[in-house]
């Protein structure tokens, strides 16, 4: 899902390159045209974000109820009912709310850029040749951050799934677990097996969320359930 995520973001990210590079980047009169064609276009994506969002954050929700009635097979029909039951339409729409921000912010933030890059050459005088050269390479970092985008809110919105139908069942939190690999954060080494209540995230390197749900995490949520299920 996150590489499905990910090729369809690069979509925009493709779009921005072409209208960036549809100008004379070596004409500074080009600048302000840029910036208004990537606002523009920005206006333009929203009923497309909501259906690619809409499919993935879809995909999830089921991924992640499959996940729970696999573990949850040892336990009562009730139980499985209650987990099949969840009503999670509010947390989908949340998700698929975020998600269609964060999409329309990939040519926004191109637009920003673009506006930063050439308000510097006028304050600071930079070379001409340096600000178009700058402004040329917009589309690859638009991609770069829509990679990040897939990766994180995939797993986020996993573990937010994760968290509604835990509480669901009376849960109070959850084992932090790593992907136990060598490119686990030491911040995020040291939360693994500790057990985390659902309304108190932690703080990791000044930033606050559950397991999945910071920028390029891969940890995840082990729910506890009470024991008398």
Same mark, same amino acid.
């Given at each position: 899902?996150?590489?499905? /995520?990910?090729?369809? *973001?690069?979509?925009?990210?493709? /779009?921005?390159?072409? $209208?960036?590079?549809?100008?004379?980047?070596?004409?500074?009169?080009?600048?302000?045209?840029?910036?208004?064609?990537?606002?523009?276009?920005?206006?333009? !994506?929203?009923?497309?974000?909501?259906?690619?969002?809409?499919?993935?954050? %879809?995909?999830?929700? *089921?991924?992640?109820?499959? %996940?729970?009635? $696999?573990?949850?097979?040892? !336990?009562?029909?009730?139980?499985?009912?209650? +987990?099949?039951?969840?009503?999670?339409?509010?947390?989908?729409?949340?998700?698929?709310?975020?998600?269609?921000?964060?999409?329309?912010? !990939?040519?926004?933030?191109?637009?920003?850029?673009?506006?930063?890059?050439? %308000?510097?050459?006028? +304050?600071?005088?930079?070379?001409?040749?340096?600000? #178009?050269?700058?402004?040329?390479?917009?589309?690859?970092?638009?991609?770069?951050?829509?990679?990040?985008?897939? =990766?994180?809110?995939?797993? =986020?919105?996993?573990?937010?799934?994760?968290?509604?139908?835990?509480?669901?069942?009376?849960?109070?939190?959850?084992?932090?677990? %790593?992907?136990?690999?060598?490119?686990?954060?030491?911040?995020?080494? #040291?939360?693994?097996?500790?057990?985390?209540?659902?309304?108190?995230?932690?703080?990791?390197?000044?930033?606050?969320?559950?397991?999945?749900?910071?920028?390029?995490?891969?940890? /995840?949520?082990?729910?506890? $359930?009470?024991?008398?299920?």
């Amino acid at each position: 899902m996150e590489i499905r /995520y990910s090729q369809q *973001l690069r979509k925009i990210a493709h /779009y921005v390159d072409t $209208i960036v590079k549809g100008f004379d980047v070596n004409d500074p009169r080009s600048y302000p045209l840029i910036t208004a064609s990537l606002n523009e276009y920005s206006n333009t !994506l929203h009923h497309w974000a909501q259906n690619a969002a809409g499919k993935i954050m %879809t995909d999830v929700a *089921l991924r992640d109820e499959k %996940t729970w009635l $696999i573990y949850a097979q040892d !336990l009562s029909r009730g139980v499985r009912d209650q +987990i099949r039951n969840t009503d999670i339409g509010a947390v989908y729409q949340q998700l698929l709310d975020e998600q269609v921000k964060l999409i329309k912010s !990939l040519p926004l933030n191109a637009a920003q850029r673009v506006h930063d890059l050439s %308000t510097r050459s006028l +304050i600071e005088g930079g070379r001409a040749s340096e600000i #178009a050269s700058l402004i040329l390479a917009t589309g690859h970092v638009t991609k770069a951050r829509a990679n990040t985008i897939a =990766r994180t809110e995939v797993s =986020r919105a996993t573990s937010v799934f994760t968290q509604a139908r835990a509480l669901n069942l009376g849960s109070d939190g959850y084992i932090w677990r %790593t992907s136990d690999d060598l490119d686990v954060r030491p911040s995020h080494e #040291a939360m693994n097996g500790k057990f985390v209540k659902w309304d108190e995230p932690p703080t990791l390197d000044r930033m606050t969320g559950h397991a999945g749900c910071l920028p390029n995490c891969r940890c /995840y949520c082990e729910p506890v $359930i009470p024991d008398d299920f």
